[in-house]
């Protein structure tokens, strides 16, 4: 494996524990990883989608994207609130949030790495596909929760 | 006695006023460090403790922390730390600045409810 391969095999371990964490600690569910492939393209489709530039040495990109119903779901588990009661702002404010918990792990779990990360994007539509041009794989880290799955795509340079 | 909590995120302002409450105490809140900084200039005599965001857009969590603890005003106020910033690096120097606790995302409830009766001096550290 070279020096790239090894970081970013490191960075796909550490956002794959950090989704159980954040999931698991804040919204009390139960999360099964289903599937890490990769990808040529950065992709990543809504309909509720969060983002995060990585920067500093090692630059890079991270979305997680999601139904609906799931961030929905996720919300209302973090919050306590009913999710019929959640507004299109509270989606989109949750959202934000998972992804930058997420990176948040992420960089603790490589903090040789000196990455630093932007604040986070929410992107909520249907029909919606985010594209980030790179010439890099993709990771693209496929989860099961609540009977629906989520993915999140990371690629790091 | 209040709480201050600064987050930019409505979730987790509503998530730590959620927990406060369940303790039994009442929550102010900021979405920014800007806006921190006006609650404690106006309400400061009120606040018993800030539990600050780290990353926030304008003013971060950190420099509220250092502007605090160079204002004699406010310096007393004890600030906690809750924050997605989980490296050691970052830990200590929030300590060093003058935080007396350091909380991150993602967190248990009971955590952060013993986090902040430890911060306010009415838990076992």
Known sequence: MTDTETYRARIVESLKNTVFEVMGTMALAEVTATDIGESEEFLVSGPAAGL???????????AVSMSESLVRGVVAGITGAAP???????????IAEIVNMLCGGMKT??????????????????DCTLAWK???????????????????????L | MR????DDSRMMRRVISDAA????????EAKSGEQAMEVLAESR??????????????????????KMKADEELLHIPVMMVTTEGEP?????????????YLTKPFAQEDLATKILESLGLGGM
């Open chain 1, 52 to 62: 995060m530039l990585l920067a500093g040495e090692r630059p890079g990109m991270v």
């Open chain 1, 84 to 94: 019929e009661s959640l507004s299109r702002q509270d989606l989109l404010d949750g």
């Open chain 1, 109 to 126: 779990k490589v903090a040789d790495a000196g990455i630093q990360l932007s604040p986070p994007l929410a992107v909520l539509g249907n």
């Open chain 1, 134 to 156: 790179t010439d890099r794989p993709t990771g693209v880290l496929t989860f099961e929760m609540s009977g629906e799955s989520f993915t999140v795509h990371v690629c790091a």
């Open chain 2, 3 to 6: 709480l201050l909590t600064v």
């Open chain 2, 21 to 28: 409450a369940t303790l039994g105490f009442e929550t102010l």
């Open chain 2, 45 to 66: 005599q009120d606040i018993g403790l800030v539990l600050l965001d780290w990353n926030m857009p304008g003013m971060s969590g950190f420099e509220v922390l250092k």
């Open chain 2, 89 to 101: 690096t970052n830990i200590v120097m929030a300590i060093e600045a003058g935080a007396v606790n």
